[in-house]
């Protein structure tokens, strides 16, 4: 099998404030000067790693500088790196110090022995797609934010329902009073949308699916259309309460009656990168505790 390119300049970044991430950053770290590669960390871990000829850069500007970024948490960390440094273009490599790790696919005992053929091209390069959503009071955008898994509206209170009208490209699909709607990427279907009833998607799909939390109806089930549509939320008039938006759980809006939200894919892709032996499969099989071959 030809390679592909190899890596030079290396960016390291991890959850902040553990201390488990940090070690292990600090260890790749040193391996990776050992080896002759320029290592760049965010300013923002100076203070929790130590490592003689690292570079330091602005976390904003880890993209544009390095030919591959390694992420090492959870997945949390995965999907707040890539929402982040997206526009760059950057590849993404993630080490799993958090618990599923769907995104994460090398244990940190793995590092010395996975790591470097990645760096010297034997590797695989998957493009995932990501959703945008926007925000509009009185048709002036509010807010908008990136998200890799999902876009949740929810009620923003415990045990309080939530009316709403969903549109797709402009013509009106239906009414509904539920707990709230997931729109999830094929990536975010092993997430929230999965513990919402919604079907686990192949990476390669090319739909979003969205999936009614708790529908006062038991006609609402999950919808699969192409990514290409453009889905909009009409708030209800007479909500009581202040409902919110939710992008990957991380980047939430304050939400009013009457406010319309448009999700639809962002232009730029998210670039991951995996070892050469990945398997989907595989990681599902293991993650989900899947029944083994018989």
């Given at each position: 099998?030809?390679?592909?390119?190899?890596?030079?300049?290396?960016?390291?970044?991890?959850?902040?404030?553990?201390?488990?991430?940090?070690?292990?950053?600090?260890?790749?770290?040193?391996?990776?000067?050992?080896?002759?590669?320029?290592?760049?960390?965010?300013?923002?871990?100076?203070?929790?790693?130590?490592?003689?000829?690292?570079?330091?850069?602005?976390?904003?500007?880890?993209?544009?500088?390095?030919?591959?970024?390694?992420?090492?948490?959870?997945?949390?960390?995965?999907?707040?790196?890539?929402?982040?440094?997206?526009?760059?273009?950057?590849?993404?490599?993630?080490?799993?110090?958090?618990?599923?790790?769907f995104l994460t696919d090398i244990r940190p005992t793995e590092i010395e022995t996975r790591v470097p053929p990645?760096?010297?091209?034997?590797?695989?390069?998957?493009?995932?797609?990501?959703?945008?959503?926007?925000?509009?009071?009185?048709?002036?955008?509010?807010?908008?934010?990136?998200?890799?898994?999902?876009?949740?509206?929810?009620?923003?209170?415990?045990?309080?329902?939530?009316?709403?009208?969903?549109?797709?490209?402009?013509?009106?699909?239906?009414?509904?009073?539920?707990?709230?709607?997931?729109?999830?990427?094929?990536?975010?279907?092993?997430?929230?949308?999965?513990?919402?009833?919604?079907?686990?998607?192949?990476?390669?799909?090319?739909?979003?699916?969205?999936?009614?939390?708790?529908?006062?109806?038991?006609?609402?089930?999950?919808?699969?259309?192409?990514?290409?549509?453009?889905?909009?939320?009409?708030?209800?008039?007479?909500?009581?309460?202040?409902?919110?938006?939710?992008?990957?759980?991380?980047?939430?809006?304050?939400?009013?009656?009457?406010?319309?939200?448009?999700?639809?894919?962002?232009?730029?892709?998210?670039?991951?990168?995996?070892?050469?032996?990945?398997?989907?499969?595989?990681?599902?099989?293991?993650?989900?505790?899947?029944?083994?071959?018989?």
């Open positions: 099998m030809s390679k592909s390119h190899s890596f030079q300049k290396i960016g390291l970044t991890g959850k902040p404030g553990s201390k488990a991430a940090m070690e292990t950053v600090a260890a790749l770290g040193d391996q990776l000067i050992a080896d002759g590669k320029d290592v760049f960390i965010p300013r923002r871990h100076h203070e929790e790693v130590k490592v003689a000829g690292v570079q330091e850069v602005v976390f904003e500007e880890l993209g544009d500088t390095c030919d591959l970024v390694i992420v090492v948490g959870g997945d949390g960390s995965m999907l707040k790196t890539a929402r982040e440094l997206v526009d760059s273009r950057v590849p993404l490599l993630g080490i799993n110090r958090g618990h599923l790790g990645i760096l010297a091209g034997d590797y695989t390069l998957e493009h995932r797609f990501l959703l945008f959503a926007e925000v509009y009071r009185q048709d002036q955008m509010i807010g908008s934010s990136r998200a890799v898994n999902d876009v949740v509206l929810y009620p923003g209170e415990i045990a309080r329902m939530l009316s709403f009208e969903l549109y797709m490209d402009n013509q009106f699909v239906y009414s509904q009073r539920s707990d709230g709607l997931i729109v999830s990427t094929p990536t975010g279907s092993t997430a929230y949308a999965l513990s919402g009833g919604g079907p686990i998607m192949a990476p390669e799909t090319d739909s979003m699916v969205l999936v009614p939390m708790c529908p006062h109806t038991l006609t609402s089930r999950p919808i699969a259309v192409n990514r290409r549509r453009i889905i909009d939320l009409v708030i209800s008039e007479t909500n009581p309460h202040t409902p919110q938006l939710s992008c990957d759980g991380q980047e939430i809006i304050s939400l009013m009656p009457g406010d319309r939200i448009r999700i639809k894919q962002y232009p730029i892709e998210m670039r991951l990168v995996h070892p050469l032996d990945y398997d989907y499969f595989e990681v599902l099989r293991s993650k989900l505790n899947w029944g083994q071959k018989l």
